[in-house]
């Protein structure tokens, strides 16, 4: 992470904890810059839920402990 003054300092502990799920509105190669930081990150075509709707999305996000990364187009 880099701090105020554009230095690089270690990431708080928790990030490596993180997990994102990202939406299919967000490109699947999003997952492979994710993946050094925030180990368990997946996409959703990766657990078969490409073109589900968002209620199903949430639960598996919920039950894994996934943070849902979307987009919509507005």
């Given at each position: 992470l880099l701090g105020l003054r554009?230095?690089?300092?270690?990431?708080p502990?928790?990030?490596s904890r993180v997990k994102a799920l990202?939406?299919?509105n967000l490109s699947f190669r999003l997952v492979e810059v994710l993946l050094p930081r925030f180990p368990g990150s997946l996409h959703v075509r990766?657990?078969?839920l490409t073109g589900d709707d968002d209620e199903r999305i949430?639960?598996?996000a919920k039950t894994e402990g996934f943070?849902?990364?979307?987009?919509?187009d507005s």
């Open positions: 554009g230095r690089a300092r270690a990431a502990s928790w990030v990202l939406d299919q990766d657990v078969g949430w639960a598996l943070g849902w990364t979307t987009s919509t």
